[in-house]
């Protein structure tokens, strides 16, 4: 089956640039989607089909994918972007939605 | 506004049996394919079973497969999932998602509801 990974954590500095990276075969081959997990609360998508942005997404939130890594980017990261991140694929291979792992991003 | 409610969620023993609903409201339902996601406590997130709009095509994840059964009412707006044969793996909280194409990922979740298999 398809397998996605992310590194566990990020850690960043309020306004400058975190980079949340999601791995897997020919990634680039598929529309990668992410989310935006805070405790307690439902996952919402900031990105999706690789780089698009769903209204009421800042513009802080950019995406990418090409090769065997999509990466999703937050441009001058604020407090409120401390959050748990997943990137998605659909597997068409396999009639599947597979998640990543999660990465925890910590705004120090 | 867009809404998933999600219901039926609890304790129940291992092996025993639940049903799980869904009932959408604020948007077309009749134009999404619609999941069943949940996450374990402390864990990620883990896709567990869809449905296409009309309720042609279905698909689980291999940990439930052959388990649980998805199915949708669409004169109600309603997603229902059966569970059967729970194991103690399989407590986490289950979100409904809806999803406008396979590419366009999840535009809408539920609240979630947590299940529970412990004796």
């Known amino acids: 089956s398809y397998e996605l990974t992310q590194p566990p954590s990020v850690s960043v500095s309020p306004g400058q640039t975190a980079i949340i990276t999601c791995s897997g075969d020919?990634?680039?081959?598929?529309?990668a989607c992410w989310y935006q997990q805070k405790p307690g609360q439902s996952p919402v998508k900031v990105i999706f089909?690789?780089?698009m942005r769903p209204s009421g997404i800042p513009e802080r939130f950019s995406g990418s994918n090409s090769g065997n890594t999509a990466t999703l980017t937050i441009s001058g990261t604020q407090a409120m972007d401390e959050a748990d991140y997943y990137c998605?694929?659909?597997?068409?291979?396999?009639?599947?939605?597979?998640f990543g792992p999660g990465t925890k991003v910590t705004v120090l | 506004q867009v809404q998933l409610v999600e219901s039926g969620g609890g304790l129940v023993k291992p092996g025993g049996s639940l049903r799980l609903s869904c009932v959408a409201s604020?948007?077309?339902?009749?134009?999404?394919?619609m999941s069943w996601i949940r996450q374990a406590p402390g864990k990620g997130l883990e896709w567990v079973s869809f449905?296409?709009?009309?309720?042609?095509?279905?698909n689980y994840a291999d940990s439930v497969k052959g388990r649980f059964t998805i199915s949708r009412d669409n004169a109600n707006n309603s997603l229902y999932m059966q569970m059967t044969s729970l194991r103690g793996e399989d407590t986490a909280v289950y979100y409904c998602?809806?999803?406008?194409?396979?590419?366009?990922?999840?535009?809408?979740w539920g609240q979630g509801m947590l299940v529970t298999v412990s004796s």
């Open positions: 998602g809806a999803a406008y194409t396979y590419g366009s990922g999840f535009d809408f």
């Open positions: 604020g948007f077309t339902f009749t134009d999404y394919s």
């Open positions: 449905i296409t709009a009309r309720g042609g095509t279905i």
């Open positions: 020919n990634l680039g081959d598929k529309y």
């Open positions: 089909q690789n780089n």
């Open positions: 998605q694929v659909w597997d068409r291979s396999s009639d599947l939605y597979v």
